[in-house]
């Protein structure tokens, strides 16, 4: 089990290393002028060399490069300054001379160009709306999408089994933003007095007498769209899995037994028919953050992915440079976690 998980955690490295040196050349051959979205278009030279200082720009693009992995590397070498202290909050652990310092501490994201904030600090302050966004899309896709798919495969080759299959195909077929569009219009505003839901809103909203309250009609219309395609594939999934299932000779056995039609489907084929319903569902956890960005700008929606389209627009690289190797690290942990749970849930599989 240890060997397994270091050695998905050595893979998971590699990936997030490629992932950085994508994203850092990347975005350094776009155009933009870092120091003058800092600093503004009128600004005196040596404002503008001490800001090329401060980021690094006056070296080379590899020596570049070597300070960026340096500033996310939990270990590193600085200097033992007053300055670096509160630029990296590092904690020292051994003394390299007189001025140079073995450290720890968390990966340093740079800031802003826009607001000069840590992106690290703006990336955790938007983390909690977009994490109950995919946790209510998830719960919404996973609970309806394995009923959906246990009926149509109760009810194979009838309306309802066609009904449901096209309706899937529909979903997965259908871009989330274009879907966000449909779904924010029809039902967030030409039929808001009907539904009682409002075409934007947070999850939490600060009140002048009763303080921070909570709004989850504002979580509906988002989760809903956005669990719209990961539905769609766990129907289809949980149908072509109990349809295969069903024909096991051991549920005709179960069957021929006697015993009930619910024991036979519920504690027999649906237990074993959840083995990639559970993969699915877990790997699409990490991809619904991802994913999010649109849902959360057309519904106005506060998160990781409305901040990010904002700093796209605004070309504010550090923001989403952070924000990509973000997700990178979501889906990187997230693909170990399933490994692991899928090999407990299956003792067919082996870690090994």
Not at 91 to 100: A, F, H, N, R, T
Not at 125 to 142: H, I, R, S, Y
């Amino acid at each position: 089990m240890l060997r397994f998980i270091a050695k998905r955690l050595g893979y998971g490295f590699l990936v997030l290393l490629g992932v950085v040196g994508v994203v850092f050349f990347l975005f350094h051959a776009l155009p933009g002028d870092p120091v003058a979205m800092m600093a503004g278009q009128r600004t005196d030279v040596a404002t503008r060399q001490a800001i090329e200082k401060e980021l690094g720009l006056d070296q080379p693009l590899a020596v570049q490069f070597y300070l960026y992995l340096k500033d996310l590397s939990p270990l590193s070498i600085h200097e033992d300054t007053a300055e670096e202290q509160e630029k990296y909050s590092y904690i020292p652990l051994l003394s390299l001379g007189e001025d140079e310092v073995l450290v720890l501490k968390g990966p340093y994201l740079r800031r802003s160009f826009q607001t000069n904030k840590k992106v690290g600090e703006i990336l955790l302050d938007n983390l909690e709306a977009t994490l109950w966004l995919a946790l209510a899309a998830m719960v919404f896709a996973t609970f309806f999408g394995v009923i959906f798919g246990m009926l149509a495969a109760l009810s194979q080759n009838t309306f309802w089994d066609h009904f449901l299959v096209i309706i899937s195909v529909l979903g997965i077929s259908i871009p989330s933003f274009v879907s966000a569009i449909i779904i924010a219009m029809v039902f967030g505003y030409y039929l808001s007095d009907y539904t009682g839901l409002n075409l934007t809103g947070q999850l939490w909203v600060n009140h002048p007498i009763y303080g921070r309250t909570l709004h989850i009609e504002n979580l509906i219309l988002p989760a809903f769209t956005l669990g719209l395609r990961p539905l769609s594939i766990i129907t289809q999934l949980t149908r072509s899995s109990m349809l295969e299932v069903l024909s096991q000779d051991y549920i005709r056995t179960a069957r021929a037994k006697g015993l009930q039609y619910y024991k036979v489907i519920v504690k027999h084929a649906l237990k074993n028919a959840l083995n990639p319903v559970v993969t699915a569902v877990s790997g699409w956890l990490a991809s619904l953050m991802a994913g999010a960005f649109f849902v959360e700008y057309i519904f106005d929606w506060k998160g990781l992915g409305f901040v990010t389209l904002k700093a796209v627009q605004s070309l504010d690289f550090p923001v989403v440079m952070g924000a990509t190797l973000f997700i990178a690290l979501i889906f990187v942990l997230v693909n170990i976690v399933v490994d692991i749970f899928y090999a407990l849930l299956d003792p067919r599989v082996h870690l090994s």
